[in-house]
Nanobody, 112 residues
């Protein structure tokens, strides 16, 4: 069974940066697009950024220009700069199309 493990979250002040990492077991990322999602309590999970196997990326409007998604072999990354309080959420990675076994996510908390 494919496993996804997110890491790199933490507490940061507004304007700061964090780099999230996603490790996938097996070769699930090799031929699939992968994406980062985030979720806050009481709201649906939303797609933040995605990148195809060929490297084409796309972003949620609110993070475009501040976040950068990248990938390498079985790893995915999300560089987050100029963080805002509203970026606070649990961040998850997954493939596109999604696999059913989500990881535990990594908490990102941005303080004002």
């Amino acid at each position: 069974q494919v496993q996804l493990v997110e890491s790199g979250g933490g507490l940061v002040q507004a304007g700061g940066s964090l780099r999230l990492s996603c490790t996938a077991s097996g070769s699930i990322f090799r031929f699939n697009a992968m994406a980062w999602y985030r979720q806050v309590p009481g709201k649906q999970r939303e797609l933040v950024a995605r990148i195809t196997a060929g490297g084409t990326s796309d972003y949620l409007d609110s993070v475009r220009g501040r976040f950068t998604i990248s990938r390498a072999k079985n790893m995915g990354y999300l560089q987050m700069n100029s963080l805002k309080v509203e970026d606070t959420a649990v961040y998850y990675c997954n493939t596109i199309p999604q696999i059913p076994s989500w990881g535990q996510g990594t908490q990102v908390t941005v303080s004002s």
